[in-house]
């Protein structure tokens, strides 16, 4: 769904109902996410279409990487509030 060769995608729920859409947040709607972490960027894209309306693909994908950048980090046992700390240093 991002970018001009983005495509439709074919969405098929438990009763056998198909929806088309490229439309991220509709295609986040749609799942039943149980993931803690891809619950998270779930409400990141729920946030952002409900205050701009628009890129809601783009700003999973921004926070995705953030994740996984800092992954590592996470393993290593480094607290995830000193990561956001250096997060908000660095912006």
Avoid: C
Avoid at 54 to 81: M, N, R, W
Wanted: hydrophobic share 45%; charged share 25%; aromatic share 4%.
């Amino acid at each position: 769904t991002l970018g001009l060769r983005g495509m439709d995608k074919l969405i098929m729920n438990e009763h056998g109902e198909a929806q088309i859409t490229n439309d991220g947040a509709m295609i986040l709607k749609l799942l039943d996410i149980v993931h803690l972490a891809a619950r998270t960027l779930v409400d990141i894209a729920r946030a952002q279409d409900a205050e701009v309306g628009d890129g809601t693909t783009s700003v999973v994908l921004l926070a995705a990487q953030f994740l996984k950048k800092v992954y590592g980090y996470i393993e290593e046992g480094v607290s995830p509030h000193t990561i956001m700390k250096g997060f908000r240093k660095a912006s």
